[in-house]
């Protein structure tokens, strides 16, 4: 199976300015989430879509925004960007195998660089 | 509230073993993750336990205890591509819960 995808792989914007990025799950996994990655940070969750809809939310403003399509791909979107939103935008899939305690499992793609000046 | 404990960072030498330890505080838990991430690359799924005890994989091992809140990673004949950060992660009760990360712990190995 492939794994997941993103893309553009790198990005430099200026600010005031907005960017689009995509990812393609593993194929058979519905749910995408979306991280941001700063050196101060660590791995802050943004939002997770499942069929198209979604379902988890971060503590990030409105600027930041996402969407699912059928097919399971996802994009996700800030508009008027700051200095920092610089960082490492990761997406990941996730399939959930049912049972008595559900078993899951995550996989993260490449990441997007963003910087902005 | 949740809380996620780890060490922030561990030296190690080249052949031994490190046990890298997570406790956790969440409002509901099913499970937790372990990730490996080298500098400059996404995370690499290792384990997601949600019984307790110790499951094996090759060097690495991961044990959990839900009582205790408190999982660790044990990784075995450390090797120097074994230098990345180690992040514990656990996921809440019901099935759309997020994922909260914890700041992760940077392994070093030294020859």
């Known amino acids: 199976k492939a794994g997941v995808t993103q893309t553009p792989r790198y990005l430099i914007k200026t600010r005031g300015q907005q960017v689009t990025l995509s990812c393609s799950p593993i194929?058979?996994?519905?749910?995408v989430s979306w991280y941001q990655q700063t050196p101060g940070q660590g791995l802050q969750f943004l939002f997770e879509y499942f069929s198209e809809t979604q379902r988890n939310k971060g503590n990030f403003p409105g600027r930041f925004s996402g969407r699912q399509f059928s097919n399971s791909r996802s994009e996700m979107n800030v508009s008027t960007l700051e200095l920092g939103d610089s960082a490492l935008y990761l997406c990941?899939?996730?399939?959930?195998?049912?049972?008595?305690?559900?078993?899951?499992?995550?996989?993260f793609g490449p990441g997007t660089r963003l910087l902005v000046l | 509230g949740q809380n996620i404990d780890q060490p922030t960072e561990m030296t190690a030498t080249e052949g031994a073993i490190v046990q890298i330890n997570c406790t956790y505080q969440?409002?509901?838990?099913?499970?937790l993750f372990w990730y490996q991430q080298h500098a400059g690359e996404a995370p690499t799924f290792l384990s997601y336990n949600v019984l307790d005890g110790l499951e094996e994989k090759g060097r690495f091992s991961s044990f959990l205890s839900r009582s205790k809140g408190y999982s660790y990673l044990l990784l075995k004949e450390l090797q120097m591509k074994d230098s990345a950060s180690y992040l514990c992660?656990?996921?809440?009760?019901?099935?759309?819960?997020?994922?909260?990360f914890g700041k992760g712990t940077r392994l070093h190995i030294l020859p």
């Open positions: 990941a899939s996730s399939s959930q195998r049912e049972g008595l305690m559900w078993q899951e499992t995550q996989y």
């Open positions: 992660a656990p996921k809440g009760v019901n099935r759309d819960d997020k994922i909260i």
């Open positions: 969440t409002s509901g838990f099913n499970g």
């Open positions: 194929s058979g996994h519905r749910s």
